[in-house]
């Protein structure tokens, strides 16, 4: 029987949490990353990401990631930190850039929030999400948050999971559309109330 297994993060998943936030935001740590080109001229937006969590530059910070494994085999990743802005928007960022971001910029004060969570292929659609979901609400419950949030883009097929998994719709704002972005509509801004 295959063994399942959730597991803080270390330094060596550092590649797999770049490749795995850069998969879960739809396309804005992508575009965050190249924006911080100027520090890393000519790096792969993944390789930036990776720099930053090596950094453990919030949010991009390895300890506060997890590592779903099957087997000792990685299948999932998922990244969580006390709620503050996801995109870590910067004072120095250009108007545009703020604009751009603004739509994942949302957050809810005081909870738990799941910066990003991946499953990878083709390890999707067996329960793993609602694994690491399951295990996010244990971290926030232990850490005494009154609630658990997240942002999903509302085109997503991973929103259905969030909204079965109790979540409700806090706040939205539109999509700016840009070449890397995967989905237009609107991003949502996602929380579940812990009792």
Not at 84 to 105: F, K
Not at 122 to 141: D, I, K, M, Q, V
């Amino acid at each position: 029987m295959a063994e399942f297994n959730i597991r803080p993060a270390g330094e060596a998943d550092i590649p797999l949490l770049a490749r795995a936030i850069g998969q879960a935001s739809g396309g804005y740590a992508r575009i965050g990353w190249l924006r911080r080109q100027d520090e890393f001229p000519g790096v792969e937006p993944e390789l930036i990401g990776a720099a930053l969590f090596a950094r453990r530059e919030p949010p991009f910070d390895w300890r506060n990631a997890v590592v779903a494994e099957l087997d000792a085999e990685p299948v999932a990743a998922m990244l969580m930190q006390a709620s503050r802005c996801p995109c870590g928007c910067r004072s120095e960022q250009r108007p545009d850039a703020a604009n751009l971001l603004s739509p994942v910029c949302m957050s809810v004060p005081g909870s738990w929030f799941i910066v990003g969570m991946a499953v990878l292929e083709p390890w999707r659609n067996h329960g793993f999400a609602g694994r690491l979901l399951a295990h996010a609400e244990r971290t926030a419950r232990r850490g005494d948050y009154p609630s658990l949030s997240l942002i999903a883009f509302e085109r997503s097929p991973a929103t259905r999971l969030y909204l079965r998994h109790g979540f409700g719709i806090v706040d939205r704002r539109s999509v700016i559309p840009h070449p890397l972005l995967e989905y237009s509509g609107d991003v949502l801004l996602m929380a579940k109330t812990l009792g």
